[in-house]
């Protein structure tokens, strides 16, 4: 199955991640983080910007970004530049901080907004000291819940009218105590898994051949059935027997790096 060409829509509702270069650092200490957040709401008022949900790592961040007036590379041009141009200044280092330019989903349904939502605020647990995604003080869940003041930046209506309005049935949700399947389905499988391959493997996936066909196998084995069937198909194998040779190489990457495994469990909460 060949690789897609990255969507890039500038108009939209879009999962939006990008990380540092060679997975080193972006934010390097508690100062840099509100900047950056400091530089969204700049952004946001120049360009008419929402952002719905963020998270900032230590290598990476998401943004869940609604763009109604188009703009988002424009966007996320500003601020991933000023962001380095102040680090660089701030620290004394020189050169690029970001890989490159950032990927971009669109999010084109309430079930994938949800799951986004979910997904960004899930980042944390990572990190080995990190138990709850509330006790994270560097993504947006806190101010969901009310323990942090709302930036007027930031947007949280929309998100929570999907749940009525419910901050505990949100809240749930997030925490993974929601028993009804997300429901995103399969037709941006390959982006989803490209975002998500992003965060944890080296270098990129324009130089890591075979990422989304060995995700997809091992997806297989973890999706409901009613889904697996579209995934066969959406696969195209000429035979049972292609596919079978196809399941194992994927299970033996697996098996040599768990990281796969990792993402394809990632994967599976976005879609099944």
């Not at 907004?113 to 993504?139: D, F, K, Q």
């Not at 196809?246 to 040599?256: I, Q, V």
Request: contains cysteine; positive net charge; glycine residues 8%.
């Amino acid at each position: 199955m060949g690789r897609r060409n990255r969507t890039g829509i500038d108009h939209g509702w879009s999962h939006v991640m990008n990380r540092g270069v060679d997975r080193q650092s972006i934010f390097f200490a508690d100062t840099d983080r509100v900047d950056f957040g400091r530089l969204l709401g700049v952004g946001c008022e120049r360009f008419g910007v929402e952002v719905h949900a963020y998270c900032l790592m230590s290598n990476h961040f998401h943004l869940l970004l609604h763009c109604p007036d188009g703009g988002l590379s424009s966007f996320m041009h500003v601020l991933q530049s000023t962001y380095v141009r102040h680090v660089n200044d701030r620290i004394g280092r020189d050169g690029p901080l970001f890989r490159g330019r950032f990927r971009s989903i669109p999010v084109n349904t309430d079930a994938y907004l949800r799951s986004a939502v979910r997904y960004i605020h899930r980042n944390p647990l990572e990190i080995p000291s990190v138990n709850t995604v509330e006790e994270y003080r560097w993504s947006s869940h806190r101010t969901y819940l009310g323990h942090r003041r709302r930036p007027g930046w930031f947007r949280t209506s929309f998100v929570l009218d999907l749940f009525d309005g419910d901050i505990t049935a949100f809240d749930r949700f997030v925490r993974g105590d929601e028993t009804e399947p997300v429901g995103v389905g399969l037709d941006q499988l390959d982006s989803i898994i490209e975002l998500i391959a992003d965060e944890y493997l080296p270098g990129t996936l324009e130089s890591t051949r075979g990422v989304t066909k060995a995700v997809s196998m091992l997806l297989l084995d973890r999706i409901p059935d009613r889904l697996r069937s579209q995934l066969e198909a959406t696969l195209a194998f000429p035979s049972r027997g292609a596919q079978r040779t196809a399941m194992a190489r994927a299970r033996r990457l697996a098996t040599s790096d768990p990281t796969f495994d990792d993402i394809a469990e990632r994967v599976r909460q976005m879609v099944a």
